[in-house]
Every structure is written in C-alpha cells, then in structure tokens.
C-alpha cells in the first residue's frame, strides 16, 4: 500500500454563507432558485442561508410583490475571532462584478445583458 493520498479536491476557500452573500450583494432582486444553481446547492440549502444570514444580521429582505428584495447590512463584522476585527463589506468589495452583473448573467458581446434562461 501506498502512503500517497488523493488531492483533496472538494473543498473552496469560501463558505456557501459568503457565496450566497456575495451572490446576493450582486443582486438585490436574486431568486433563491437562481442562487441554489449558481452555488449548486439545493433550493431548501440556500433558504436556510439566507435564514442563518438574516438570524445573525448581516442581511435583511422586503418584499416586493411576489418577490424578495435583499439588503446586506452594512458595519457587520466577520463571526471567528480570528477575523472578527474585519468587516464583511471588505470582502463583498474583494469580489464585486466591475460591470455590476449577477455572475449568472454574462455580458453579449455588445455589452448588452441577457438572460441564459429561455
């Protein structure tokens, strides 16, 4: 037998949680369902997200008619005390889309925006 051991490969340095408020602080009008394939997580996966999320203050949501409308909270700080002297909007910024899309919607070469979705 061999000591070598498979690369792990499974792992991200981001959490789901900082995915979904990444995704979120994308775009305020994000659909749960949308937000579940981009992360490729279940629909039930991302609700309980956004429920941890809102539970610890770092996002809020209003509803605008049969959608929700999300709010990142501003001045929160990261939960471990390693990174707790830091704030979540420094991350959000690190990874903000320069052209303000959603990541699930890639520029036409015209620049203009479409939906992949028939």
């Avoid at 309980?48 to 809020?60: F, N």
């Avoid at 390693?82 to 015209?110: C, K, M, N, Y």
Wanted: hydrophobic share 30%; aromatic share 6%.
């Amino acid at each position: 037998m061999s000591d070598e051991r498979e690369p792990r490969t499974s792992w991200t340095f981001l959490t789901q949680h900082a995915r979904v408020l990444l995704l979120i602080s994308r775009d305020a009008d994000v659909r749960l369902r949308d937000l579940a394939i981009t992360c490729g997580v279940t629909e039930r996966a991302v609700r309980a997200i956004v429920g941890d999320l809102e539970k610890a203050g770092y996002l809020t949501h209003t509803r605008h008619g049969r959608r929700n409308r999300y709010h990142v909270t501003g001045g929160t700080f990261f939960r471990h005390p390693v990174e707790a002297r830091h704030e979540i909007g420094d991350l959000l910024l690190l990874f903000a889309d320069p052209d303000g899309r959603p990541p699930h919607q890639p520029a036409t070469p015209s620049g203009d925006h479409h939906d992949e979705h028939p």
